[in-house]
């Protein structure tokens, strides 16, 4: 186990009617003048939005409502809420949505304080060190910016704008991590928030949840048994309230726990002590900075298991591990059920172990049967991209991203070539 620093100080309070506690939560951290931040109008349907507001008014602060966020949020209306903010002396934002809107709500409180471009910070130029305090309302568990800090934002081109070599400047969807600065300073977590979640978004969360952890599980450092298991038992914990939420989307315990495990899956507390590695949503983010419409969530259905497969052809140890611990593939062949057995050479049912590479490959076998369970595509097609473009993306992505990416196994653009190949 590595050394490491594991700070998260969000404050959050979860549970039935909690969004009444935002006012005075604004107060505590010493906001009066609030920025309200929302996306297309899910969260003025559901009433988070006119009951967070009345909160904070009921407890003394001025509001200003801020809306119209997408899904992928983008630089512009990073720029127009930190101009908003700005002419009204704004002192706190409070996010009510999701992760597109809790990271614009994040980079307009970076923004806000810093006389030059927030992009500055995105791009690598400048380390945050301020930012106005951010406060959330979650309406949908996927993205664990509630808890994270870290923020994702797409700055879209200017008109005609190029690089050095005159080639045409595409999107860039790049990810800020902080250690704190970003972390939001409370969090107000109401599942019955989450019911009015389409199928489809719930099933993107629970892809993206689990995503999170394989980040940070599928990695070469030894001897991190409580940070491997604490991982382990999210996932299984996430594969089963998953299932339960699917199939009872009204059950509010089912919500809660999917709610929760959003969080734990990205607040930090599953890396702690290794190093990680965040290939899948590298290669993820640049599928949903080119064709906005496909769901973060969705690209990684397809994504995740492909560079899986390919990675454990390199190094199928935690893989397997993977497989025996949160998938139950059995380490012999005789304790396989037939209908386990598919991938495997099965035929005759012969006494003998399992090789790492045949549990690796059934665990990824069995991963992919869940995300189709939930409706989650398993390739281009599926994500609603007729033509993909591989050879841009892999340009793109080692281009914003280094010429090799990630560690569990370092990948270059021949492999990651080979990655989004499995997808067509
Ligand atoms: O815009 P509205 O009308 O609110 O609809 C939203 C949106 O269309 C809808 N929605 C949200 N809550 C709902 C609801 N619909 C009905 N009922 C509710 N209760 O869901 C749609 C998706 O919302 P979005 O905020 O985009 O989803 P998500 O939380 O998955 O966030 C995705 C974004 O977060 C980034 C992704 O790349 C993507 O841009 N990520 C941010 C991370 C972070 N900050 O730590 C980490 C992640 O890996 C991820 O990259
Ligand atoms: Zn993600």
Known sequence: MDNFVYYAPTKFVFGRYTERRAGELAREFGGTRALVVFGGGSAVRSGAVGRTVRSLHAAGLDTFNFEGITPNPTDDKVREGIDIVRRNNIDIIVAVGGGSVIDTAKAIALGVPYDGDFWDFYCGKLVPEHALPV?????????????????????????????????????????????????????IMNPEFTMTLPAWQTACGIVDMM????????????????????????????????????????????????????????????????????????????????????????????????????????????VAQ???????????????????????????????????????AEGIRRLREFYRSLGMPSDFAGMGIASPDVTSLVEALHLHKGQSIGNYVELTSRDTKKIYNKLL
């Open 322 to 360: 993977f497989a025996r611990r949160v998938m139950d593939v059995p380490v012999h062949e005789q304790d396989a059920d037939d209908d386990e057995l598919s991938l495997l050479d099965a035929g005759i049912r012969v006494h003998r172990t399992l090789s790492t590479g045949e549990i690796a």
């Open 135 to 187: 406060g959330v309302v979650l309406t949908i568990p996927a993205a664990g910016s509630e808890g994270s800090g870290n923020s994702v934002i797409t700055r879209m081109p200017d008109y005609g704008e190029t690089d050095k070599e005159g080639n045409p400047v595409g999107p860039v969807k790049l990810s800020l991590r902080t250690e704190s600065v970003l972390r939001p300073k409370f969090s």
């Open 211 to 318: 995503a999170h952890i394989f980040e940070r599980y599928f990695s070469n450092t030894p001897d991190c048994e409580v940070t491997d298991r604490v991982a382990e038992g999210l996932l299984k914990a996430i594969i089963t309230e998953g299932r339960r939420v699917m199939d009872s989307p009204d059950d509010y315990q089912a919500r809660a726990n999917i709610m929760w495990a959003a969080t734990l899956a990205h607040n930090g507390l599953c890396g702690t002590g290794r190093r990680e590695d965040w290939s899948s949503h590298f290669i993820e983010h640049e599928i949903s900075a080119v064709y906005p419409e496909v769901a973060h969530g969705a690209g990684l259905a397809a994504v995740v298991p492909a560079w899986m497969e390919y990675v454990a052809e390199k190094n199928p140890g935690k």
